[in-house]
């Protein structure tokens, strides 16, 4: 009876069971804002070389939730995996960034610009996810290589084949592959030669502390140098300070996301903000 009254106590603990309830609440509401369609809307936040010229962009889901605003994607993102709405969630999102993609090449100052779409494992792991991207090419008529893929180290934790399998048939097929948060997850260092990557993109956290930390900031010049040895781009994120893109600058980082540049915006604002900034900014766009 002991025993029994503690696992009571434990199944029945008050801040487990809300915190329960409130995301199978939310799950509700990701399914229903699904299905009303006119919840979720991704926004774009500028990808800048060193040149401080926009090379392309980050597309970030957005949720307006009716009652609650705007909800953060760090709260929604983990129950729509959790759920299996990441699914249809992904997938819309591929959708869109491709259909933006289409319009950008229409015209030349747009026309280099690529759009990196986040992954998730449980999307990624989907039997239909590699034709999903395949469809997605073709019914936009988008060049490959614009659309940048960001993966987490968390893919890399098992299944290593059928991982492979599906980076090598979307590397052949020309789309760029990031891996999304590098130095966070699940490192395999052995893992990263044989993987058909691009790209490192510099967790934010160790980009917050790169002036403060010596630890920090040795890391952020490992995964550059890392980066580097292995023919791929860098690209750092976070970056909120003209300290620390100084510092990433000059130790060689290819590329720059954060506030202290331009924040995830809609595609209106967006655009404005690329029509302004073109005058100012001189140099090629290229990546
Ligand atoms: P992420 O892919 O690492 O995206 C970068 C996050 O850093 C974004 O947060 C962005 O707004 C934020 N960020 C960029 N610059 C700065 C800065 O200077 N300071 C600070 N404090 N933050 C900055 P966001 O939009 O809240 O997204 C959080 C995470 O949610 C993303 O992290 C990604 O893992 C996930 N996510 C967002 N959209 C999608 C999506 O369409 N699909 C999937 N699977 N995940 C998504
Ligand atoms: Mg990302
Ligand atoms: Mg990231
Ligand atoms: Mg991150």
Redesign the pocket.
């Known amino acids: 009876a002991k025993s029994a009254g503690r696992d009571t106590i434990a199944f029945f603990d008050p801040a487990m069971q809300a915190a329960v309830s409130a995301s199978a609440a939310l799950g509700a509401d990701v399914r229903a804002a699904l299905q009303a369609g006119d919840q979720f809307s991704v926004h774009y936040?500028p990808l800048f070389n060193q040149q401080r010229c926009v090379t392309g962009v980050?597309?970030?889901?957005r949720w307006r939730h009716p009652a609650r605003g705007a909800v953060?994607?760090?709260e929604f993102?983990p129950i729509a995996e959790d759920t299996g709405l990441?699914l249809p969630l992904?997938h819309w999102?591929l959708e869109q960034a491709c259909a933006q993609l289409a319009a950008w090449a229409e015209r030349p100052e747009t026309a280099q610009l690529s759009i990196a779409?986040?992954?998730?494992v449980r999307?990624f792991r989907h039997p239909e996810f590699v034709d999903q991207v395949i469809a997605a090419i073709r019914r936009h008529r988008v060049a490959p290589r614009l659309l940048k893929l960001?993966l987490t180290e968390s893919l890399l934790a098992d299944r290593m084949e059928i991982t492979l399998e599906k980076m090598d048939t979307l590397k052949q097929l020309g789309v760029t592959l990031s891996l999304?948060?590098f130095g966070t997850g699940y490192s395999s260092l052995a893992y990263l030669k044989r993987l058909p990557l691009d790209q490192l993109k510099i967790d934010?956290g160790f980009v917050a502390d790169v002036l403060t930390d010596p630890s920090d900031a040795a890391i952020a010049r490992a995964i550059i140098e890392l980066a580097h040895s292995q023919g791929l781009s860098v690209i750092a994120?976070?970056?909120?300070t003209e300290e620390q893109h100084r510092f990433l600058v000059d130790h060689g980082c290819d590329l720059f996301?954060?506030?202290?540049l331009a924040k995830?915006m809609s595609i209106g604002a967006l655009e404005e903000f690329m029509d302004q900034h073109r005058d100012t900014a001189t140099a090629p766009l290229h990546e």
Request: net charge negative; charged share 20%; aromatic share 4%.
């Open positions: 936040q980050e597309a970030l889901l953060s994607p760090a993102i990441i992904g999102v779409v986040n992954v998730s999307q960001e999304d948060d934010k994120e976070g970056v909120a996301q954060g506030f202290l995830p």
